[in-house]
Every structure is written in C-alpha cells, then in structure tokens.
C-alpha cells in the first residue's frame, strides 16, 4: 500500500465510473451442496449496495468471497472470477491479509477486541504498518472515530475497554476499526440487527456518510433498510442472483415476480 | 396471485379493492340518476342523488384512513405500494366524478320548469352514455387489473372531447338563435363541461390502472385520430 493510503481515506482515490468489484460466474461448493449458482455483479465505487434475500439464499457466503472469508472453511470451494479495481483477488500470488486490509468486514454482531477504544483502532494501522509515529497513528485513531461518528462519545475515555460501551457504541467501533486501515472496499454483514432502532439509525447515517469514500456492501434482512441506504439492490434467491438493479426501482417495481414476492412478504 | 405470509395483510388490501368496487358503484349510479333527473326533469331524483354524494365522499375518507394506516403498518413495497397508492387516487378520481355528477343534478333542480329542446337533450345523454361506458370499463380494468382495458379507455377519451366540442358549437347557435334559450343552454353547457371533466379523471383512473400493472406510466402521447398501437405499452 503506498503512503497516501496511510492516513485515514478521504478523497484519497479518484473517483472510477466503472465498478469497483466485478464478479464473473461465481460459484461456490460446500463439499456437495451449491451454495452460489453462476453469480456475475457489478459493484459500482462510491455508494452502498445491499443484498438481500431470505436465509440460507447464498448473500453472506457471497460477501464472504468477496474478501476470501471462505477460504478458512475448509469445504468451502470457490470457482470463477472475482477482481477489485481490476485485481484477480483469487489470483494464488495475492497476500490474503493485504487483501482483507482492503476489504474491511464489519459483523452482525460487535466484537470489539478486549481492549481499549484506542487499541481497537490503532490495531489494524499497526499490524499494516501504516503509521511511522506515534503521532500518526493518533492521529488515525481519532479521524477514524471521528469519521465513524463515535469520537464525541468516547474522546475522555480512550483507554476505557471497549467492551464497557453500548451495542451500537461497538457496532460503530468497529466500523472505525474497519476504515482505519483504509480500505477500499467494506462488508457488512447485517451490521443493525443486534441494534435497537436508534441506534440502527445513526449506523444508517454513518454508511450514508460513508459511502461517498468507499464501496460498501450491506447484506440485510430487512428490506426497509435496503431501502434506506442502498442505491443498488441485489436480490438473492437458492444460490442465485435473481435480480440486481436500482434500489427505487427494485422497491417499486421489481421485474422478477420471485423479487416481488419475496419483498412483498408472499415468499412459500 | 401467491398469499401474503401474513394473511390480515391480504385482507387488508382485498378491503380496499371492494371499497373501491363499492364507491365506483355508487358514483356510476349517481351520474346515471343525475342526467335522469335532468331529462325527466325530476327534483326528487335530483335531490336524491345530490344526497347520495355524501356517502361518495365518506368511502373516499373511509380508503384513505386505511391506506395510510397500512403505510404506517406496513411498509408496502413493490405490487402492494403500488396497488395501495393506486386505490388512493382512483378514490380521488371517485371523488371529483362523485362530484361533477352531483353539479348535474343541481343544474336538475335549476332548469326543473324550463322546457328541453329534445336534440340537445340527446346530444347530452350520449355523452354520458359514453362518460358512463368508460368509467365502468376503467373500473373493470382496475378490479382486472387489465392494463391494456385501460389503455382503452384511455384512448377513447378524444370522443368524448369530440362530443363535447360539437354540443358546445350547437349550443351556442341555440343561444344565438333566441337570447331566450341562454339560461337553459348555459346549464347544459355546464352539464357537458362536468361531462368532459368526468372523461379526464376516468382517464386518470386508466393511467392508474396501468401504473399499477407495469410499473409504468403510459408513455404515448395521447392519441390524435387512431394511429397509435398497443405497441407502446411497455412491460413492467
């Protein structure tokens, strides 16, 4: 990673019409069972796509491809092509760990470390070496817990454990756990549904904030807050990709009638 | 069409489909008793039907107390949003018609003593023949969610432009002919401007009805002579 990319992004890449991640016949095997059938999307830069589809249809085992959290199952085989910015991420000479600095992930549950708010932070620009000083990294602790909207609430008590904050407190650590490293790319796997409503509200605000740095990548089981921050909606249905297109258009008139019925509440 | 998982939701929107058969009756009916008493010269009938917009305009408040409760409640999407927002302006559509057709029978009561020239007395009937046609077509099409019935109707409006035009040249000259005839002709004058209006919100209702099957709104200009296709109708 080159020394621009050390501070905490903003701005920091050239905003690219084409997409950020493009995935071409994807497929993905659990030992015998297809989990992913022929899965090809584009991801487009700078704006929030969601995935949405009921349990079980492939969304959270696609997300996982997209930084190779699959490659820690063991009967987890992955087969076509996946590249961001143009990068084969499966290409055998990739380091994994650069990859995943790239491709932050942020989970359904907050699983902050055991740790203090700062070294939360500070965990991820330290083990890539992104900061030279101390003074560095101070200073992308704190614009990352600025940036994830978390600073205010937690700037007396830095060296309090994590652990001691609220649900949506943590949630939020994480997220700036997750940009410290400045990435390209964030996954979020149903990062609201531990949440309560408000607290849901301000991790909605914070992606809308968000997006207009990163590529992120929201899976959700609720459709009102596809809705909400996505502006482009991918449905997922048995290991496909049934439909993908404009989240208003998604939402208002979806061209797959299993898209309809699914949304509408009418799914078996 | 599959069930919603939850069955009250079903409920709820077939709830609306039959206010909205219910209120669509109700106004047919009173534009039919309101030319009625025009042409038989009926107060009774004409009172009747005035009174009889009152329940008109209390399903019109009935559908949109429960559609925006189901927004509240809900959160439709897709087909559901689209068919509640569509009962909500077909209700309104409703509504105005509800009261155009009570305007006409006012106008009843007003020339009640008048006698009525026969020729445009049936220039008027045939435009609510006509007005009557295609409202119910437009309501068929909704309760069939039939976009192309619709599209129809839709079209079929410029006739009833056409009569107006025409019955608004005749009664003029009958103006023209006997100052005498001005009261009278003024209120069929009316009563055929009401006509043309009832002809634009059936037209709103077609356009509502193909929203609510495609998605889309009808994107042909409206037709001048018959020279457009279904063709144009794009697929949801």
């Known amino acids: ?268 | 069409m599959t069930q919603h998982t939850v069955k009250s939701y079903e409920e709820e929107l077939t709830f609306l489909d039959n206010k909205i058969a219910h209120m669509g009756g109700l106004t047919e009916r009173l534009l039919g008793q309101a030319f009625d008493s025009l042409n038989r010269r009926d107060p009774k009938l004409a009172a009747a039907a005035i009174v009889s917009d009152k329940s008109i305009d209390n399903l019109q408040r009935e559908i949109e107390d429960h559609s925006i409760l189901m927004i509240a409640r809900r959160q439709p999407v897709a087909n559901d949003l689209r068919h509640i927002m569509a009962a909500l302006k077909i209700a309104g559509d409703l509504e105005r018609i509800g009261d155009f057709s009570k305007n006409i029978a006012k106008r009843a009561l007003a020339i009640a003593g008048e006698s009525h020239p026969k020729p445009l007395l049936a220039g008027l009937g045939h435009m609510v023949e006509l007005a009557l046609r295609q409202l119910k077509d437009a309501l068929d099409a909704f309760a069939d969610r039939d976009a192309e019935k619709a599209l129809v109707v839709w079209r079929k409006d410029e006739q009833l432009d056409a009569m107006y035009n025409s019955l608004f040249r005749e009664l003029l000259t009958y103006m023209m002919e006997d100052p005498r005839n001005i009261g009278l002709s003024t209120h069929l004058l009316f009563g055929a401007k009401n006509l043309e209006r009832i002809g634009d919100h059936t037209t709103n209702i077609a356009e509502t009805v193909h929203y609510l099957v495609h998605g889309a709104a009808i994107t042909d200009d409206r037709p001048k002579g018959d020279t457009t296709s279904s063709t144009l109708i794009q697929q949801g």
């Open chain 1, 1 to 268: 990673m080159d020394t621009a990319a050390a501070t905490v992004p903003s701005n920091r890449r050239p905003a690219s019409n084409s997409a950020k991640v493009i995935a071409r016949k994807v497929n993905v095997h659990y030992g015998d069972k297809q989990a992913i059938k022929n899965v090809s999307v584009d991801i487009p830069d700078r704006g929030v796509m969601a995935f949405i589809g009921p349990s079980g249809c492939g969304k959270s085992t696609f997300l996982r491809c997209i930084n190779r959290m699959n490659d820690t199952i063991a009967s987890a085989r992955v087969t076509g092509r996946i590249e961001i910015d143009g990068q084969d991420i499966y290409d055998p000479e990739l380091d994994v760990v650069q990859l995943r600095a790239r491709v932050g992930m942020v989970f359904q549950k907050p699983n902050p470390f055991p740790k203090s708010i700062y070294e939360n932070v500070a965990y991820g620009p330290r083990i890539h070496g992104l900061s030279g000083s101390k003074a560095e990294l101070d200073r992308i602790v704190m614009d990352s817990l600025s940036k994830a909207g978390l600073l205010n609430e937690v700037n007396d008590r830095l060296n309090d454990t994590a652990t001691g904050l609220s649900g949506g407190q943590q949630q939020r650590l994480c997220i700036a756990r997750a940009i410290a490293v400045s990435p390209d790319v964030i996954l979020m796997d149903e990062p609201c549904s531990a949440l309560d409503p408000i607290a849901t509200a301000r991790i909605e605000e914070l992606i809308d904030e968000l997006r207009s740095n990163f590529c992120i990548i929201i899976v959700t089981h609720s459709f009102a807050q596809a809705a909400r921050v996505s502006q482009r909606t991918a449905f997922f249905h048995l290991g496909e990709l049934v439909e993908e297109g404009p989240t208003p258009q998604i939402f208002s008139t979806p061209r797959d009638k299993r898209t309809q019925d699914y949304i509408t509440g009418r799914f078996g």
